[in-house]
């Protein structure tokens, strides 16, 4: 928004208003840098790894895959003051929150991630968010987890659909894309942004798989798939992976490999 603001014609109202503005601003911009700036984390070459558990797998992360160097472990608030001293006391037998990795498809080296304005293509990001609690209506099956609520909240009208859909609605205008083994909906554009929703339905249990994918005006492009994970943590956990739609055509093995990173650094015995 501030951007958009001083790429056009400065009026003299406008200029007044920023100059208003600008105290309040800079005090934002400072509490989101003190918060997000890991300034006084130790270097990879002190501590190489990260430590934690999603439930009973326990994990030792090579710092160099995640983003900001770090987990999120599940009892540190970390838009707190004062959160990387409690952060720094947590270890192998502590639960951790959310872990992101930034990796480079198919290599699955560290990267730089997933970024919007990219060309590199390749850059994936994938976050493991491990589920704090499962609810009663999910059900007591826990190898599965049903994603049609997401479904509907992305063929939602604040989503850019016309209207929200009904899951009537969504199975008359659905139509299977073979290439993907995937159901998918193209709502158009919204504000010069082309969307379209895909999905993979499992016989008599609902929605395994959603991806979400934005084309922007300047050939970006951006798609976010989300999934079940049911055996990383108590109460299982989610995983989504954000891509450049130019691997839409590989989003089974994008799956299999980031799970089979995540893998990776499971350990047993500490």
């Not at 160097?69 to 037998?93: F, I, P």
Request: proline share 4%; charged share 25%.
């Amino acid at each position: 928004m501030i951007l958009d603001f001083l790429r056009k014609p400065i009026q003299l109202k406008h200029f007044l208003i920023f100059i208003l503005l600008s105290p309040i601003i800079i005090v934002i911009l400072s509490v989101i840098v003190s918060v997000l700036e890991p300034s006084d984390i130790p270097s990879l070459k002190e501590k190489p790894y990260e430590c934690g558990s999603f439930g009973d797998q326990k994990m030792r992360i090579d710092r160099r895959y995640l983003f900001f160097a770090r987990v999120e472990y599940q009892d540190v608030s970390y838009w707190e003051k004062g959160y990387r001293e409690l952060h720094n006391t947590k270890d192998c037998n502590d639960q951790i929150g959310n872990a992101t990795f930034l990796v480079k498809w198919p290599e699955m080296h560290p990267s730089e991630g997933f970024r919007l304005s990219s060309n590199q293509h390749s850059d994936i990001a994938f976050t493991l968010t491990q589920r704090s609690i499962w609810k009663d209506e999910w059900g007591d099956d826990k190898t599965f987890f049903d994603y049609t609520p997401s479904l509907k909240f992305y063929l939602s009208e604040r989503m850019g659909a016309r209207k929200d859909m009904s899951i009537s609605e969504i199975n008359s205008e659905k139509k299977f894309n073979s290439s993907l083994s995937l159901y998918e909906i193209d709502l158009g554009e919204q504000d010069n942004i082309s969307k379209r929703i895909y999905w993979k339905e499992e016989n008599g249990k609902g929605i395994s798989v959603v991806i979400a994918c934005d084309s922007y005006p300047d050939g970006a492009t951006a798609c976010e798939l989300n999934s079940h994970v049911p055996n990383y943590g108590f109460n299982t956990s989610s995983l989504e992976i954000d891509f450049h739609s130019e691997l839409l055509p590989h989003w089974k093995q994008l799956q299999r490999d980031s799970l089979k990173l995540i893998d990776s650094f499971n350990v047993r015995g500490i």
